[in-house]
């Protein structure tokens, strides 16, 4: 029987087809999601090795007997962009679990030195799922993936649902300080890139930044250790960089400065907070009050700032000639009513003070008041965890 080379181009064709096909499906390992929700201990140990099992299952002849080098971004609570206690806690059980359980792996020290030597990146957040209203607590969905640093792609990516019961979420000292809700095009980046499917390219603004994310580790580290005098050289050595400008550095900036007593220079930090903030569109600040009331906190360890604060977003507001949504929220304790009341008041209250500053503001700016139904932390607990809860946001809108 004779056959037509036609037929046999297209028997090969065919045949190729296949094999990639083949080949394809060995290099794509699926994602690892659980299915329901664990106590934290076993939905971290679900994540963790559906991790390191993609990593695992990759087709023989492209596997390699060397260990796999990890750096570890610190993990984020994607809610809020913060590192907290639970967060930290994270962050150790998965990283003591890669190298106890996988000899495929050794983790490097999050360094600027180690980008070239480390093969991947490992990243991962908690995210509160949100709730019903009620008073259970919401569980927490965990992302974590590994992403190749020298081509960006995500080559392990697991999920798994974890209870949120006994876990410590109050927020490290450098987020505890913070003015600002401390979350930018980075972090979301970040966030992005720890949910994105293997195979595909994590965050390219997150990934062109990881260099100065190494510095800001270390600033913050620095500071989380009362160390202020170096966090404040570490800042200013990642605000230097090409892309150095960014709301952790400037931030970070303002935090040492104002530890170290140095006035005038927190101040003009701040107000660069607040131009980054307003480029963002939004800035969410931490005003406090008094209980019930629209007057501020009253010991001035904690309020004694918030003048040189209403006076550098009038100025900054003013120069970018902007218009603003000023938006009061609340924490969860007490009534709807009564806090969607208290929420426009305090709102109400930042817009006198800020016409104070600047006089044009008073037309420019509009209130509203939300109780609690933008919670971002959504506890009730009233202390450091919620605070974010507590805040007066900034919103950029246009000018009508």
Known sequence: MRVSPVALRRAASACAAVVA??????????????????????????????????????????????????????????????????????????????????????????????????????????????????????????????????????????????????????????????????????????????????????????????AEATLIHEATTLYNQERYVEALGRYRSALAMPTGEQLRVVNGIYLASAKLGRTAEAEQAFGRVVALGIAYNELGVKFLFNPGSTQFWS???????????????????????????????TSRTGSEPANDALSLQRANFIRERLAAEAQSLAAKTKTSGMGFRQNIVGSGTDNAVDALDRRVEFRIVPCT
């Open 21 to 210: 096909a083949v080949l394809a499906a060995a290099c794509a390992a699926p994602q690892a999601t659980s299915v329901g929700e664990l106590p934290f201990e076993q939905a971290v140990a679900q994540a963790t090795d559906g991790l390191a099992t993609q990593v695992q299952k990759g087709p023989a002849f492209l596997a390699k007997l060397a260990k796999r080098s990890v750096v570890v971004d610190p993990m984020l609570d994607a809610t809020t962009g913060q590192q907290t206690a639970a967060t930290t806690l994270l962050e150790t059980r998965v990283s003591e679990r890669l190298t106890t359980k996988f000899d495929l792996f050794e983790l490097l020290p999050f360094q600027s030195t180690n980008l070239s030597k480390a093969q991947y990146l490992l990243t991962g957040t908690m995210t509160r799922v949100a709730g019903d209203g009620t008073a259970k607590k919401r569980a927490l969905q965990i992302h974590l993936a590994l992403t190749d640093l020298k081509t960006g792609a995500v080559a392990a990516q697991a999920s798994a649902l974890a209870l949120d019961e006994g876990l410590d979420h109050t927020p490290l000292a450098y987020y505890r300080d913070s003015p600002v809700l401390v979350k930018d095009n980075v972090i979301e980046g970040y966030a992005r890139t720890s949910a994105t499917p293997p195979g595909q390219r994590g965050d390219t603004f997150y990934l062109e930044r990881i």
């Open 299 to 329: 010991d001035p360890k904690v309020s004694g700032a918030y003048p040189m604060w209403l006076r550098q977003i009038a100025r900054e507001s003013t120069g970018a000639r902007v218009c603003m949504n000023i938006v009061g929220h």
